[in-house]
């Protein structure tokens, strides 16, 4: 019986003591370097950053104060059988979170085609190299279902239709259009001149796919990018929009609408997976409790892809514009 | 291809086996008679199961099953013989029967619980029943002994599982529990043969199903006969109280959280029962949620009704019964989300013995389930998860003179799920689907043989619930060898398939609800294999030990697509995994101490998208010990310790601000549209402290005149062990489970 107790004593004296345990939600520092290039094929100036991965003390990353971002690193792009080498650059931009001025490296003249290979090395102050490599999309040969009109004319049904649906697709990707991992960013714009004391300045007016309520307003909702080559705009909307240029403006004549247009942005195949898994996220479409970590540099974070640029000019029927009291320079 | 093969050679030896069953029915007694009979409790009339009933001088006898029946075949006729019957906690009784040539004998027999006589408990069937009973990874689970162990804020069905080995629980403020290495949802979980899909009140802190309701539980960690099926890992049986036959009754209890009453009594030819629950006080849940008031709202409710006709249908036993649960959490804040879930079942169940050692019950069901996730004008997405089962089934068991039984049924399903999932811009994406699953089981009781034991059974699914036409054998074998008194030795394997399976993160700490789908058709249902061995020693009629060991393989585990990028990608992807350990338990139960010590060593490894990993709830070494002491003249007390070393985390490495891309058409954005991101260690390579915890109990029953009173003073994790529960990065503090808690619990009986 003694011995019992004793027994007894040592367990209650051990459990008692260890009460509490510690243990380590941190674990060692995974020091990485974070490279973003997102090559633009509108511009001749390519642009890219590079941050560090950090530590807080508190598990909260937003009371970092640091800014992580990495100065005199080397970035060498490789494309079409030359070196673009990128430089140091301090943008006349904020960055809001940190409050310092943007520092990001640029190269100019370096315009981005379709269907290419870019390589990138980057050799960091220390040394340490990270390197991607992405390929541009064959934009050139995309092509679209029109020619589109607003209002879209069904001939089959004979009647107007109260929607126009834009369609666009690139035959190399056409054998499984739904399992191409590609993205498509929509864009449809009325360019147009207004006259101001007599001089006329060139407007563009984006046009959303949608109005929503949001307290007592209506707030416009632009096209989000999209897996497929589909968008669909309402004749109604356009309306909308058309309106919306000389809202506050009784003098209509004032307005010349020189083209309404559609442009696609299409991410190459690094940058279209990388968009997709946060919108995949962030809409709600997966149950997974964090967005995927996906990057596509080789020793470090970051994303290197790169998009295109297609448009289409889009017709507008006289008797629809005359509803808006504008003038058309390519009147039908 | 594996699967096949080892189907074959599962036909082969099971033939060999019923040729051997044969052999030995070749020499059965002719001329004889038969005894079968319902043993019930006196005081409430309802069923007692797993009663042992026997003949001394023939040394003979059966155990009653779930529903109270028995029957002893093969008895020389023409002559009166004493059977003696007897049960835990009640006292033993024996009475003459007169056995008649070639004819059955029905008795009816009414034990005296215990408590109403004080005192002189036999135990000794509890060892006839092991040594006779195919009873591998299985457990009989009493209400006494949820009741007389310490308790949360009140006695629960499901929580008392996790102190059963091999049992991981999900922790302090869940109920939830994984089975030998099993997720969640791999647990059956039967009310009176239907399922209940969602068992789960107040965030997954207590079950739906009031123990006062409950009249027995089979629990199986694995091996499960032919009978059951849908599930990779265990089952738990309940089967409701029948309702007092002879007096009405009621009762009423009062915790800290809840209020309850139960009413029974009886009706022309049969009986009913119906019973209540309700929570009236969030104070005790901020206990469970680390001091934070959530507004959980919830009731359950369920009844039954016998009817058995003495002229009509004398043999036969007809019962309709139901359940409702409802769970609500509004926090009456347009901007935080509500929440709602329901279980709903309504069911007939006829059982029939007839004059023959046959008994067939006929079972039909309805369960609908429910969850609703709105999010308001918060942020929080839409969800809205249903499930409709309509289940018709036939079962049938045939005695053979020798005890064999011969044992096969039907089943019919129908399912309907649906699961809505809204997106950003406010569609309803619909992931559900139905399906008809037909299944038909046989097994064979081979229990003639003096010291080996065998239930070899298979399902045979001629149309699956996610693809129609497709077929799948469940072959099943279940074997016991009684090398001496002392030493049994038993084995079991099985193949199992799943087809409705739960949607959600595994790493989600505490899920509200977990949606319920089909397997869909871009993925194979999940099936496991297990392999089960272990043995019983006997070493007095007191003592008891029991050793298992088990290795369990799921092949098409579905696991959540870590890898979806694009909406298109697939939400659910094929894994695989695999678990092994041994258990290994000592128990004493000797008036007036009921005491259990167990120790589990247990691995289990999930293999999804190429990366092995240990699942959150993989828990090396788990030690549980409880023992209840009667102190006499009404009072108990008990405890109960449980260890746990710990189990898998993934550590936090670092964060770096992400570029998030919104609109590509504003090249500002790629300057200034960054979001930090947690890069996270190796998937749960890092072990959380170990757990353990200390709960006491104290109760005294009381009686004045016909009132019964019951009062119940529980201390909960009585040395403040601080056992980590998770880590909340928004306020970087580590939130605990269960602190030290003393509850008081009263009930009331009329």
């Not at chain 1, 006349?92 to 520092?103: C, E, F, I, M, R």
């Amino acid at each position: 019986m003694k011995k019992f107790l004793y027994y007894i004593a040592v367990f209650l004296t051990v459990i008692t003591i260890s009460c509490n345990e510690d243990f380590s939600v941190r674990g060692p520092f995974d020091d990485e370097y974070v490279f973003d290039c997102i090559l633009r094929c509108d511009t001749t100036t390519q642009f890219a950053t590079i941050s560090r991965t950090y530590e807080v003390a508190n598990f909260n990353p937003l009371t970092n104060t640091v800014n992580p971002v990495v100065k005199n690193a080397k970035i060498k792009l490789f494309y079409k059988g030359s070196v673009y080498t990128m430089r140091d650059t301090v943008l006349p931009l904020t960055d809001p979170h940190y409050n310092t001025p943007v520092s990001c490296y640029c190269v100019k003249n370096m315009q981005i085609d379709a269907g290419q290979t870019i390589d990138a090395e980057v050799t960091m102050p220390d040394g340490k190299v990270i390197t991607a490599s992405t390929k541009t999309l064959p934009a050139n040969e995309a092509q679209y279902e029109g020619p589109y009109t607003i209002p879209e004319f069904d001939p089959h049904k004979a009647l107007w239709l109260d929607h126009v649906t834009f369609m666009w697709m690139l035959p190399s990707y056409m054998k499984d259009p739904y399992s191409a991992k590609l993205y498509y960013a929509p864009q449809l714009t009325i360019e147009y001149y207004k006259k101001e004391n007599g001089n006329s300045i060139l407007m563009k007016k984006i046009v959303p796919d949608d109005y929503i309520v949001s307290g007592d307003k209506l707030v416009p909702h632009y096209p989000e990018p999209r897996h497929v080559g589909i968008c669909t705009y309402d004749t109604a909307i356009v309306g909308r929009a058309m309106r919306e240029i000389s809202e506050n403006d009784s003098n209509k004549s004032n307005y010349l609408i020189i083209k309404v247009f559609l442009t696609v942005l299409m991410f190459d195949e690094n940058l279209a997976p990388y968009y997709a898994a946060d919108q995949t996220f962030d809409s709600g479409a997966s149950l997974n409790l964090s967005p995927p970590d996906l990057s596509s540099i080789n020793g470090g974070k970051g994303i290197f892809g790169s998009f295109m640029k297609i448009t289409k000019n889009v017709n507008l029927y006289d008797w629809f514009l005359d509803r808006f009291g504008y003038q058309y320079a390519n009147a039908n | 291809m594996q699967i096949k093969k080892i189907t074959s050679l599962f036909f082969l030896f099971s033939g060999f086996l019923f040729s051997q069953s044969e052999l030995s029915t070749g020499t059965e007694i002719q001329n004889s008679g038969a005894i079968k009979g319902i043993v019930r409790d006196s005081s409430t009339t309802e069923v007692l199961p797993y009663a042992s009933v026997s003949i001394p001088e023939l040394k003979i006898g059966a155990y009653t099953d779930n529903r109270g029946y028995f029957i002893i075949q093969s008895i020389p006729e023409k002559r009166k013989y004493r059977i003696s019957v007897s049960c835990v906690g009640y006292s033993s009784y024996s009475k003459y029967v007169y056995v008649k040539e070639n004819e059955i004998t029905n008795v009816e027999i009414y034990l005296t619980p215990i408590d109403i006589e004080m005192k002189t408990i036999i135990k000794t069937e509890k060892r006839e029943k092991s040594i006779d009973q195919l009873s591998i990874s299985q457990k009989n689970i009493s209400i006494k002994d949820i009741t007389d162990l310490p308790k949360g804020v009140e006695a629960d069905v499901l929580r008392a599982l996790q102190l059963q080995p091999g049992v991981q629980s999900a922790g302090d403020v869940s109920a939830r529990y994984y089975v030998r290495g099993g997720s969640n949802n791999e647990n059956l979980i039967l009310f009176n043969d239907a399922p209940i899909y969602n068992p789960f009140h107040a965030l997954g802190i207590f079950s739906v199903i009031d123990p006062e309701t409950v009249n027995s539980i089979d629990f199986y960690k694995g091996g499960f006969g032919a009978q059951y099926g849908g599930r990779l890992s265990s089952v738990m049986n309940i089967v409701t109280k029948d309702g007092n036959q002879n007096n009405f009754a009621g009762s009423a209890s009062i915790s800290q959280l809840t209020a309850k009453a139960m009413f029974q009594g009886p009706i022309p030819n049969g009986s009913f029962i119906v019973s209540g629950r309700a929570s009236y006080s969030n104070a005790i849940l901020k206990k469970f949620l680390n001091n934070n008031t959530v507004p959980i709202d919830f009731y359950d409710m369920s009844f039954k009704l016998n009817y058995s006709d003495p002229e009509f249908a004398p043999t036969s036993k007809f019962s309709i019964f139901g359940f409702n649960s409802q769970d609500k959490i509004d926090y009456m804040n347009q901007l935080q989300p509500t929440y709602n879930w329901s279980n709903s079942i309504i069911g007939g169940n006829w059982f029939h013995t007839g004059d023959s050692p046959l008994f067939s019950e006929v079972t039909f069901y309805y369960c609908r389930f429910t969850g609703e996730q709105s999010p308001n004008l918060g942020s929080t997405r839409y969800m809205k998860n249903e499930v409709k089962d309509i289940t018709g089934k036939v079962d049938v068991h045939y005695i053979y003179e020798n005890n064999n039984e011969l044992y096969g049924g039907l089943k019919i399903t129908d399912i309907y799920t649906a699961l809505f999932l809204s997106d950003s811009q406010g569609f309803l994406n619909d992931l559900g689907s139905r399906g008809s699953n037909i299944v038909v089981y046989t097994g064979y009781k081979l229990l003639c043989i003096n010291n080996l034991k065998a239930d070899i059974g298979t399902r045979i699914n001629l149309s699956g619930l996610a693809r129609w036409g497709s077929k799948f054998l469940e072959p099943r074998i279940n074997l016991k060898y009684n090398v001496n008194p002392v030493l049994s030795l038993k084995a079991a394997w099985g193949i199992y398939q799943q087809e409705l399976i739960t949607m959600s993160d595994e790493n989600e700490i505490n899920t509200i609800f977990e949606p319920w789908i089909i397997v869909p058709d871009y993925i194979n249902p999940p099936n496991s294999i297990h392999y089960i061995g272990g043995f019983d020693i006997y070493l007095d009629e007191n003592t008891f030990i029991d050793a298992e060991g088990y290795f369990k393989i799921t092949n098409n585990l579905a696991a959540l697509n870590k890898e979806k990028y694009f909406p298109t990608d697939r939400d659910l992807v094929s894994g695989s995994g695999k678990s092994y350990g041994g258990e290994l338990s000592f128990s004493y139960n000797k008036e007036p101490v009921n005491l259990m010590l167990s120790y589990s060593y247990s691995w289990t490894i999930k293999k999804v998208l190429e990366l092995e990993y240990y699942p959150r709830y993989d828990c090396r070494n788990a030690i549980k010990f409880d023992v209840i002491f009667d102190l006499g003249s009404g009072w108990s007390t008990s405890a109960m310790w449980i260890y746990g070393s710990g189990t898998p985390y993934t550590q936090i490495d670092g964060y770096y601000d992400k570029l998030k891309l919104y609109n590509l058409f504003d090249p500002s954005e790629f300057f200034l549209s960054h979001s930090p991101y947690q890069l996270n260690g190796d998937l749960n390579t890092q072990r959380l402290p170990d757990y353990h915890r200390l709960d006491l109990n104290l109760s005294k029953k009381l009686k004045l005149g016909s009132l019964k009173l019951d009062f119940d003073l529980n201390v909960i994790n009585v040395y403040n062990r601080k056992n980590f529960f998770y880590f909340d990065t928004n306020t970087a503090e580590r939130v605990n489970m269960l602190p030290f808690l003393p509850t008081l619990n009263v009930r009331m009986e009329l």
